[in-house]
Protein backbone atom coordinates (compact mmCIF):
# COMPACT_ATOMS: atom_id res chain seq x y z
CA UNK A 1 0.00 0.00 0.00
CA UNK A 2 1.25 3.44 -1.11
CA UNK A 3 2.12 5.75 1.72
CA UNK A 4 0.28 9.37 1.41
CA UNK A 5 2.53 12.29 0.14
CA UNK A 6 3.43 14.37 2.37
CA UNK A 7 2.58 18.85 1.39
CA UNK A 8 5.40 20.68 0.87
CA UNK A 9 6.03 23.14 4.05
CA UNK A 10 7.04 26.20 2.09
CA UNK A 11 6.75 29.54 4.34
CA UNK A 12 3.16 30.99 4.51
CA UNK A 13 4.68 34.65 3.19
CA UNK A 14 5.23 33.48 -0.03
CA UNK A 15 1.73 32.76 -0.69
CA UNK A 16 0.22 36.11 0.47
CA UNK A 17 0.11 39.33 -1.07
CA UNK A 18 2.48 42.77 -0.61
CA UNK A 19 -0.61 43.83 1.04
CA UNK A 20 -1.65 41.10 3.73
CA UNK A 21 1.97 40.82 4.38
CA UNK A 22 2.28 44.36 5.12
CA UNK A 23 -1.39 44.38 7.71
CA UNK A 24 -0.42 40.49 9.09
CA UNK A 25 3.38 42.97 10.13
CA UNK A 26 1.21 45.90 11.47
CA UNK A 27 -1.04 43.64 13.53
CA UNK A 28 1.99 41.37 14.88
CA UNK A 29 3.89 44.43 15.77
CA UNK A 30 0.97 45.80 17.68
CA UNK A 31 0.43 42.82 19.39
CA UNK A 32 3.30 42.58 20.97
CA UNK A 33 3.72 46.63 22.12
CA UNK A 34 3.80 46.32 25.50
CA UNK A 35 1.07 48.58 26.99
CA UNK A 36 2.89 51.66 29.24
CA UNK A 37 1.44 52.16 32.86
CA UNK A 38 2.23 55.18 35.79
CA UNK A 39 1.98 55.08 39.22
CA UNK A 40 3.63 58.46 40.24
CA UNK A 41 3.60 59.56 43.92
CA UNK A 42 0.73 61.60 45.18
CA UNK A 43 1.00 64.37 45.69
CA UNK A 44 0.68 65.21 49.72
CA UNK A 45 -2.34 66.94 50.78
CA UNK A 46 -2.18 70.43 52.96
CA UNK A 47 -4.42 73.00 53.84
CA UNK A 48 -3.36 76.61 54.82
CA UNK A 49 -7.03 77.81 55.85
CA UNK A 50 -9.58 75.81 57.64
CA UNK A 51 -13.49 75.76 57.41
CA UNK A 52 -13.80 78.07 60.84
CA UNK A 53 -10.80 80.32 59.54
CA UNK A 54 -12.74 81.17 56.78
CA UNK A 55 -15.42 82.19 57.96
CA UNK A 56 -14.73 83.08 61.59
CA UNK A 57 -12.20 85.74 60.90
CA UNK A 58 -10.98 86.60 56.87
CA UNK A 59 -15.25 87.37 55.67
CA UNK A 60 -16.90 89.28 58.44
CA UNK A 61 -19.32 91.27 56.82
CA UNK A 62 -21.67 93.85 57.67
CA UNK A 63 -25.02 94.98 57.50
CA UNK A 64 -25.61 98.39 57.69
CA UNK A 65 -29.34 99.47 58.87
CA UNK A 66 -29.93 103.05 58.16
CA UNK A 67 -32.36 103.51 61.28
CA UNK A 68 -35.05 106.51 61.38
CA UNK A 69 -37.64 107.39 63.60
CA UNK A 70 -40.43 109.68 62.99
CA UNK A 71 -40.70 112.41 65.96
CA UNK A 72 -44.82 112.03 65.04
CA UNK A 73 -44.03 108.60 66.04
CA UNK A 74 -42.37 109.87 69.66
CA UNK A 75 -45.00 112.36 69.99
CA UNK A 76 -47.81 109.73 69.98
CA UNK A 77 -46.36 107.05 72.27
CA UNK A 78 -45.48 109.56 74.64
CA UNK A 79 -49.16 111.38 74.45
CA UNK A 80 -50.03 107.80 75.10
CA UNK A 81 -48.50 107.19 78.20
CA UNK A 82 -49.08 110.48 79.61
CA UNK A 83 -52.75 111.25 80.30
CA UNK A 84 -55.53 112.57 82.56
CA UNK A 85 -54.05 113.67 86.02
CA UNK A 86 -50.23 113.72 86.11
CA UNK A 87 -49.94 115.48 89.74
CA UNK A 88 -51.64 116.36 92.77
CA UNK A 89 -50.73 117.58 96.11
CA UNK A 90 -53.88 117.20 98.42
CA UNK A 91 -52.74 118.64 101.96
CA UNK A 92 -53.23 121.91 102.99
CA UNK A 93 -50.59 121.46 106.03
CA UNK A 94 -47.31 120.08 103.81
CA UNK A 95 -44.66 122.24 102.99
CA UNK A 96 -44.34 124.14 106.20
CA UNK A 97 -48.71 124.85 106.05
CA UNK A 98 -48.61 126.34 102.87
CA UNK A 99 -52.37 126.33 102.74
CA UNK A 100 -52.62 125.46 99.25
CA UNK A 101 -53.20 122.62 97.38
CA UNK A 102 -53.19 121.55 93.65
CA UNK A 103 -54.00 119.20 90.82
CA UNK A 104 -52.26 119.60 87.45
CA UNK A 105 -53.67 117.72 84.52
CA UNK A 106 -52.36 117.51 80.96
CA UNK A 107 -54.20 120.20 78.98
CA UNK A 108 -53.29 119.17 75.51
CA UNK A 109 -51.26 116.48 73.65
CA UNK A 110 -47.63 116.75 74.74
CA UNK A 111 -45.49 118.47 71.84
CA UNK A 112 -42.03 117.20 70.10
CA UNK A 113 -38.95 118.88 68.51
CA UNK A 114 -35.34 118.11 68.13
CA UNK A 115 -32.54 120.35 67.27
CA UNK A 116 -28.44 120.18 68.15
CA UNK A 117 -29.25 116.44 69.12
CA UNK A 118 -31.82 117.11 71.55
CA UNK A 119 -35.62 116.36 72.05
CA UNK A 120 -37.52 119.42 73.01
CA UNK A 121 -40.95 118.96 74.88
CA UNK A 122 -43.87 121.29 75.18
CA UNK A 123 -45.84 120.06 77.90
CA UNK A 124 -49.32 121.73 78.15
CA UNK A 125 -51.12 121.76 81.89
CA UNK A 126 -54.19 122.75 83.30
CA UNK A 127 -54.05 123.37 87.10
CA UNK A 128 -56.99 123.97 89.78
CA UNK A 129 -55.00 125.37 93.02
CA UNK A 130 -56.89 126.16 96.52
CA UNK A 131 -55.11 129.05 98.59
CA UNK A 132 -56.05 130.28 102.37
CA UNK A 133 -55.15 132.58 104.20
CA UNK A 134 -55.84 133.81 107.43
CA UNK A 135 -57.79 137.42 108.43
CA UNK A 136 -58.47 138.14 111.77
CA UNK A 137 -57.79 134.45 113.15
CA UNK A 138 -59.50 133.01 110.43
CA UNK A 139 -58.65 131.18 107.47
CA UNK A 140 -60.97 131.42 104.23
CA UNK A 141 -59.80 129.40 100.98
CA UNK A 142 -60.83 130.44 97.35
CA UNK A 143 -60.07 128.18 94.29
CA UNK A 144 -58.76 128.77 90.83
CA UNK A 145 -58.07 127.03 87.45
CA UNK A 146 -55.48 128.07 85.10
CA UNK A 147 -52.66 127.23 82.63
CA UNK A 148 -49.06 127.18 81.62
CA UNK A 149 -46.84 124.73 78.98
CA UNK A 150 -43.69 123.33 80.95
CA UNK A 151 -40.82 123.21 78.74
CA UNK A 152 -37.96 120.52 78.76
CA UNK A 153 -34.84 119.55 76.82
CA UNK A 154 -33.63 115.93 77.11
CA UNK A 155 -30.53 114.17 75.54
CA UNK A 156 -30.96 110.47 74.39
CA UNK A 157 -28.13 108.02 74.10
CA UNK A 158 -27.79 104.29 74.68
CA UNK A 159 -24.97 103.32 76.74
CA UNK A 160 -22.39 100.34 75.75
CA UNK A 161 -24.88 97.73 77.38
CA UNK A 162 -27.78 98.62 76.38
CA UNK A 163 -28.77 100.64 79.02
CA UNK A 164 -30.75 103.70 77.68
CA UNK A 165 -29.44 106.99 79.60
CA UNK A 166 -31.68 110.58 79.13
CA UNK A 167 -30.46 113.92 80.38
CA UNK A 168 -33.04 116.12 80.84
CA UNK A 169 -32.92 119.66 81.89
CA UNK A 170 -36.02 122.31 82.38
CA UNK A 171 -36.37 125.20 80.43
CA UNK A 172 -38.58 126.78 82.42
CA UNK A 173 -42.44 127.46 82.03
CA UNK A 174 -44.92 129.81 80.36
CA UNK A 175 -47.97 131.67 81.91
CA UNK A 176 -50.98 130.65 79.23
CA UNK A 177 -53.56 132.04 81.85
CA UNK A 178 -52.42 133.57 85.11
CA UNK A 179 -54.41 132.37 88.26
CA UNK A 180 -56.41 135.27 90.33
CA UNK A 181 -57.40 134.90 93.89
CA UNK A 182 -58.90 137.46 95.81
CA UNK A 183 -60.06 136.10 99.66
CA UNK A 184 -61.50 139.35 101.54
CA UNK A 185 -60.68 142.02 99.39
CA UNK A 186 -57.03 140.55 99.63
CA UNK A 187 -55.50 139.72 96.36
CA UNK A 188 -53.05 136.32 97.15
CA UNK A 189 -50.66 136.22 94.59
CA UNK A 190 -50.99 132.30 93.77
CA UNK A 191 -48.97 133.28 90.35
CA UNK A 192 -45.57 133.37 92.25
CA UNK A 193 -46.79 130.72 95.04
CA UNK A 194 -47.54 128.53 92.01
CA UNK A 195 -44.15 129.31 90.19
CA UNK A 196 -41.93 129.43 93.03
CA UNK A 197 -43.42 125.60 93.37
CA UNK A 198 -42.76 124.74 89.76
CA UNK A 199 -39.13 126.01 90.29
CA UNK A 200 -38.74 124.78 93.39
CA UNK A 201 -39.26 121.07 91.81
CA UNK A 202 -38.79 120.86 88.15
CA UNK A 203 -34.99 119.75 89.25
CA UNK A 204 -36.90 117.11 91.03
CA UNK A 205 -39.26 115.79 87.95
CA UNK A 206 -36.05 116.21 85.67
CA UNK A 207 -34.55 113.76 87.70
CA UNK A 208 -37.43 111.90 87.97
CA UNK A 209 -37.88 111.82 84.16
CA UNK A 210 -34.27 110.50 84.00
CA UNK A 211 -34.45 107.56 86.40
CA UNK A 212 -37.71 106.88 84.88
CA UNK A 213 -36.63 105.82 81.81
CA UNK A 214 -32.68 104.02 83.30
CA UNK A 215 -35.41 101.55 85.08
CA UNK A 216 -38.22 101.38 82.83
CA UNK A 217 -36.89 100.95 79.34
CA UNK A 218 -35.56 97.84 78.53
CA UNK A 219 -33.11 97.13 75.17
CA UNK A 220 -31.43 93.97 76.32
CA UNK A 221 -34.17 91.76 76.26
CA UNK A 222 -35.54 92.52 72.71
CA UNK A 223 -32.19 92.87 71.33
CA UNK A 224 -31.33 89.59 73.09
CA UNK A 225 -34.52 87.82 71.15
CA UNK A 226 -33.46 89.83 67.96
CA UNK A 227 -29.79 88.94 67.83
CA UNK A 228 -31.27 84.85 68.45
CA UNK A 229 -33.70 85.17 65.88
CA UNK A 230 -30.67 86.29 63.57
CA UNK A 231 -28.75 83.85 64.29
CA UNK A 232 -31.51 81.05 63.78
CA UNK A 233 -30.81 78.73 60.73
CA UNK A 234 -32.93 79.88 57.56
CA UNK A 235 -34.04 77.03 55.24
CA UNK A 236 -33.04 78.44 51.36
CA UNK A 237 -33.43 75.38 49.54
CA UNK A 238 -35.66 71.97 49.88
CA UNK A 239 -34.31 70.73 47.22
CA UNK A 240 -30.32 71.33 47.94
CA UNK A 241 -30.91 70.56 51.57
CA UNK A 242 -29.78 74.05 51.92
CA UNK A 243 -29.23 76.20 54.97
CA UNK A 244 -28.42 80.09 55.43
CA UNK A 245 -26.72 80.58 58.55
CA UNK A 246 -26.07 84.35 59.81
CA UNK A 247 -23.68 84.58 62.97
CA UNK A 248 -23.40 88.45 64.39
CA UNK A 249 -20.37 89.07 66.08
CA UNK A 250 -20.74 92.90 66.88
CA UNK A 251 -23.09 96.25 66.85
CA UNK A 252 -22.22 99.47 65.74
CA UNK A 253 -24.48 102.75 65.89
CA UNK A 254 -23.86 106.17 65.37
CA UNK A 255 -24.72 108.92 67.30
CA UNK A 256 -28.09 110.05 67.18
CA UNK A 257 -29.40 112.95 64.82
CA UNK A 258 -32.59 115.21 63.77
CA UNK A 259 -33.08 115.76 60.54
CA UNK A 260 -36.34 116.10 58.78
CA UNK A 261 -38.75 115.61 61.62
CA UNK A 262 -37.09 112.39 62.45
CA UNK A 263 -34.69 111.01 64.37
CA UNK A 264 -31.81 109.40 62.09
CA UNK A 265 -28.93 106.80 63.25
CA UNK A 266 -27.12 103.81 61.04
CA UNK A 267 -26.59 100.64 62.76
CA UNK A 268 -24.18 98.14 61.79
CA UNK A 269 -24.62 94.63 62.20
CA UNK A 270 -21.16 92.84 61.80
CA UNK A 271 -20.98 89.53 61.34
CA UNK A 272 -20.29 86.38 58.76
CA UNK A 273 -22.62 84.26 56.88
CA UNK A 274 -22.88 80.65 55.20
CA UNK A 275 -24.82 78.23 53.70
CA UNK A 276 -23.93 74.60 54.50
CA UNK A 277 -26.12 71.72 53.19
CA UNK A 278 -27.48 68.60 55.03
CA UNK A 279 -29.72 68.76 57.94
CA UNK A 280 -30.61 71.71 60.26
CA UNK A 281 -27.43 73.22 61.66
CA UNK A 282 -27.88 73.00 65.61
CA UNK A 283 -27.28 76.70 67.11
CA UNK A 284 -27.74 77.35 70.81
CA UNK A 285 -29.36 79.95 72.00
CA UNK A 286 -26.99 83.40 73.10
CA UNK A 287 -27.73 84.23 76.85
CA UNK A 288 -26.16 87.95 76.48
CA UNK A 289 -25.81 90.14 73.36
CA UNK A 290 -22.09 91.97 72.36
CA UNK A 291 -21.19 95.82 74.10
CA UNK A 292 -22.36 98.20 71.68
CA UNK A 293 -19.78 100.31 69.89
CA UNK A 294 -20.73 103.83 69.03
CA UNK A 295 -19.22 104.87 65.90
CA UNK A 296 -19.20 108.08 63.93
CA UNK A 297 -19.14 106.67 60.60
CA UNK A 298 -21.21 103.37 59.12
CA UNK A 299 -21.59 103.34 55.46
CA UNK A 300 -25.01 102.33 54.44
CA UNK A 301 -24.07 100.09 52.21
CA UNK A 302 -23.95 96.54 52.87
CA UNK A 303 -22.23 93.05 52.13
CA UNK A 304 -22.90 89.45 52.69
CA UNK A 305 -20.44 87.21 52.28
CA UNK A 306 -22.13 83.78 50.69
CA UNK A 307 -20.13 80.72 50.99
CA UNK A 308 -21.41 78.48 48.53
CA UNK A 309 -19.85 74.63 49.87
CA UNK A 310 -18.48 71.55 47.78
CA UNK A 311 -17.13 68.55 49.76
CA UNK A 312 -14.73 67.17 47.81
CA UNK A 313 -16.45 63.55 47.61
CA UNK A 314 -19.51 65.33 46.50
CA UNK A 315 -17.69 66.98 44.04
CA UNK A 316 -16.11 64.51 42.68
CA UNK A 317 -19.34 62.68 42.44
CA UNK A 318 -20.29 65.09 39.66
CA UNK A 319 -16.84 65.19 37.84
CA UNK A 320 -17.15 61.72 37.64
CA UNK A 321 -20.57 61.51 35.96
CA UNK A 322 -19.57 64.22 33.78
CA UNK A 323 -15.47 61.89 33.02
CA UNK A 324 -15.91 58.75 34.00
CA UNK A 325 -16.00 55.44 30.89
CA UNK A 326 -15.26 58.38 28.28
CA UNK A 327 -12.59 58.18 26.48
CA UNK A 328 -9.93 59.90 24.19
CA UNK A 329 -7.58 59.20 21.46
CA UNK A 330 -3.99 60.46 20.74
CA UNK A 331 -1.73 60.91 17.24
CA UNK A 332 -4.38 59.88 15.31
CA UNK A 333 -5.74 56.80 17.01
CA UNK A 334 -2.84 55.47 17.66
CA UNK A 335 -3.22 55.55 21.44
CA UNK A 336 -6.14 55.50 23.59
CA UNK A 337 -7.30 55.82 27.21
CA UNK A 338 -10.79 55.94 28.75
CA UNK A 339 -10.87 57.67 32.88
CA UNK A 340 -11.97 54.65 34.96
CA UNK A 341 -11.82 56.85 38.10
CA UNK A 342 -11.55 60.34 39.75
CA UNK A 343 -10.96 61.76 42.91
CA UNK A 344 -10.09 65.63 44.10
CA UNK A 345 -8.41 67.12 46.93
CA UNK A 346 -6.29 70.07 48.42
CA UNK A 347 -2.72 71.15 48.40
CA UNK A 348 -2.37 74.57 49.95
CA UNK A 349 -4.24 76.61 47.36
CA UNK A 350 -3.73 74.01 44.59
CA UNK A 351 -6.75 71.78 43.86
CA UNK A 352 -5.44 68.20 43.08
CA UNK A 353 -6.96 65.83 40.44
CA UNK A 354 -6.51 62.21 40.62
CA UNK A 355 -7.40 60.60 36.84
CA UNK A 356 -7.16 56.92 37.15
CA UNK A 357 -6.44 55.39 33.46
CA UNK A 358 -6.88 52.53 31.43
CA UNK A 359 -5.85 51.79 28.11
CA UNK A 360 -3.05 52.51 26.50
CA UNK A 361 -1.72 53.98 29.61
CA UNK A 362 -2.74 51.83 32.56
CA UNK A 363 -2.62 53.70 36.38
CA UNK A 364 -2.82 56.77 37.77
CA UNK A 365 -1.98 60.50 36.57
CA UNK A 366 -1.76 63.54 38.59
CA UNK A 367 -2.69 67.35 37.62
CA UNK A 368 -3.33 70.11 39.82
CA UNK A 369 -4.92 73.94 38.96
CA UNK A 370 -6.14 76.93 40.91
CA UNK A 371 -10.09 76.73 41.50
CA UNK A 372 -11.97 80.01 41.34
CA UNK A 373 -15.36 80.96 40.84
CA UNK A 374 -16.60 81.54 37.55
CA UNK A 375 -19.12 84.44 37.60
CA UNK A 376 -20.65 83.68 33.84
CA UNK A 377 -20.28 80.12 34.28
CA UNK A 378 -21.66 80.36 37.86
CA UNK A 379 -19.06 77.18 38.57
CA UNK A 380 -16.07 76.34 40.83
CA UNK A 381 -13.74 76.00 37.50
CA UNK A 382 -9.99 75.64 36.94
CA UNK A 383 -7.23 77.60 35.13
CA UNK A 384 -3.70 76.05 34.64
CA UNK A 385 -4.68 72.62 34.95
CA UNK A 386 -0.88 71.09 34.74
CA UNK A 387 0.59 67.45 34.96
CA UNK A 388 2.10 67.32 38.78
CA UNK A 389 5.98 67.30 38.55
CA UNK A 390 6.33 63.36 39.41
CA UNK A 391 3.79 62.43 37.03
CA UNK A 392 5.41 64.97 34.32
CA UNK A 393 8.48 62.83 34.90
CA UNK A 394 7.16 59.46 34.37
CA UNK A 395 4.88 60.41 31.37
CA UNK A 396 8.02 61.61 29.87
CA UNK A 397 9.25 58.56 29.99
CA UNK A 398 6.64 56.10 29.32
CA UNK A 399 3.39 58.03 27.61
CA UNK A 400 5.23 61.56 26.21
CA UNK A 401 1.83 61.33 23.66
CA UNK A 402 -0.21 62.07 26.93
CA UNK A 403 1.93 65.09 27.20
CA UNK A 404 1.67 66.05 23.63
CA UNK A 405 -1.98 66.06 23.60
CA UNK A 406 -4.61 68.00 24.73
CA UNK A 407 -6.02 65.48 27.79
CA UNK A 408 -5.07 68.20 30.53
CA UNK A 409 -6.78 71.28 28.74
CA UNK A 410 -9.65 69.42 28.13
CA UNK A 411 -10.23 68.40 31.59
CA UNK A 412 -9.20 71.93 32.54
CA UNK A 413 -12.50 73.61 30.06
CA UNK A 414 -15.02 70.17 31.41
CA UNK A 415 -13.94 70.15 34.83
CA UNK A 416 -16.63 72.11 36.74
CA UNK A 417 -18.36 72.09 40.23
CA UNK A 418 -22.13 73.41 39.93
CA UNK A 419 -22.85 75.78 42.54
CA UNK A 420 -24.89 78.77 40.98
CA UNK A 421 -28.21 77.45 41.80
CA UNK A 422 -27.13 77.41 45.37
CA UNK A 423 -26.02 81.08 45.21
CA UNK A 424 -29.25 82.36 43.23
CA UNK A 425 -31.54 80.47 45.59
CA UNK A 426 -29.84 81.91 48.60
CA UNK A 427 -30.25 85.45 47.25
CA UNK A 428 -33.50 85.27 46.05
CA UNK A 429 -34.58 83.50 49.24
CA UNK A 430 -32.42 86.69 50.69
CA UNK A 431 -34.21 89.63 48.66
CA UNK A 432 -37.68 88.20 50.13
CA UNK A 433 -36.26 87.98 53.47
CA UNK A 434 -35.26 91.73 52.98
CA UNK A 435 -39.01 92.90 50.86
CA UNK A 436 -41.84 94.26 53.39
CA UNK A 437 -40.74 91.79 55.95
CA UNK A 438 -41.86 92.54 59.19
CA UNK A 439 -39.02 91.47 62.07
CA UNK A 440 -41.37 92.01 64.71
CA UNK A 441 -44.20 94.64 65.45
CA UNK A 442 -44.22 97.89 64.39
CA UNK A 443 -40.50 97.14 62.29
CA UNK A 444 -40.58 96.70 58.79
CA UNK A 445 -37.52 95.97 56.85
CA UNK A 446 -36.60 97.00 53.43
CA UNK A 447 -33.93 96.26 50.53
CA UNK A 448 -32.71 95.51 47.49
CA UNK A 449 -29.74 93.21 46.61
CA UNK A 450 -27.93 95.34 43.59
CA UNK A 451 -25.08 92.76 43.08
CA UNK A 452 -23.37 89.39 43.41
CA UNK A 453 -19.26 89.51 43.20
CA UNK A 454 -17.15 86.66 43.30
CA UNK A 455 -14.18 86.57 46.11
CA UNK A 456 -12.25 83.17 45.55
CA UNK A 457 -12.49 79.32 46.14
CA UNK A 458 -11.05 78.42 49.72
CA UNK A 459 -9.42 74.82 50.23
CA UNK A 460 -10.14 73.10 53.87
CA UNK A 461 -9.69 69.65 54.65
CA UNK A 462 -12.93 68.97 54.54
CA UNK A 463 -14.26 70.97 51.58
CA UNK A 464 -14.02 73.76 48.74
CA UNK A 465 -16.01 77.30 49.61
CA UNK A 466 -16.73 79.49 46.86
CA UNK A 467 -17.45 82.82 48.49
CA UNK A 468 -19.35 85.65 46.83
CA UNK A 469 -20.63 89.26 48.23
CA UNK A 470 -23.78 90.00 47.83
CA UNK A 471 -24.40 94.07 48.13
CA UNK A 472 -26.97 96.69 48.40
CA UNK A 473 -28.70 98.69 50.83
CA UNK A 474 -31.49 98.00 53.74
CA UNK A 475 -33.51 100.63 54.98
CA UNK A 476 -35.27 99.82 58.68
CA UNK A 477 -38.70 101.39 59.41
CA UNK A 478 -39.68 101.75 62.92
CA UNK A 479 -43.71 102.56 63.32
CA UNK A 480 -44.86 103.24 66.63
CA UNK A 481 -41.79 102.76 68.64
Known sequence: MARPRLRSNKNIFTTLTPFRCLLLALLLVQACKPTATTNPKAPKAAYQVTKMEVQNDKFLSTVNVPLSIALADVERQINSQVNGLIYEDNSLTDNDDDLFMTKVWKRAPIHVTAQDSLFRFQVPLKIWAKAGVKVLGFTQFQETEFEMNLR?????????????????????????????????????????????????????????????????VDLRTPVLQAWN????????SEKYRTWLLVVPKRILITP???????????????????????????????????????????????RIGLLSEATYGEAARIVSEEFVGKSYEFREGRYKITIAGIDLYGQNNTLIVKADLK??????????????YDAQARTISLRDLHYDLDTK????????????????????????????NQIDEARKSLQDRLTNNQITKGVVINGKLEQVTP???Y??????????????????KVEGL
Open 152 to 216: FATRFAIGKDWTAHTQTTAEGYDWVKKPALRIAGIEIPVASIVGRQIDKNLGKISQALDEQVQKQ
Open 229 to 236: TIRQPYLV
Open 256 to 302: FRFEKGAIRSTIGIEGYTLTQTGAKPEVRPATAVPELMVSNVISDQF
Open 359 to 372: GSLNGTVYLRGQPY
Open 393 to 420: NILYKTANWLLQGSFARTLEKQLTIPVG
Open 455 to 457: DQV
Open 459 to 476: LTRESMLAVVYASGKINL
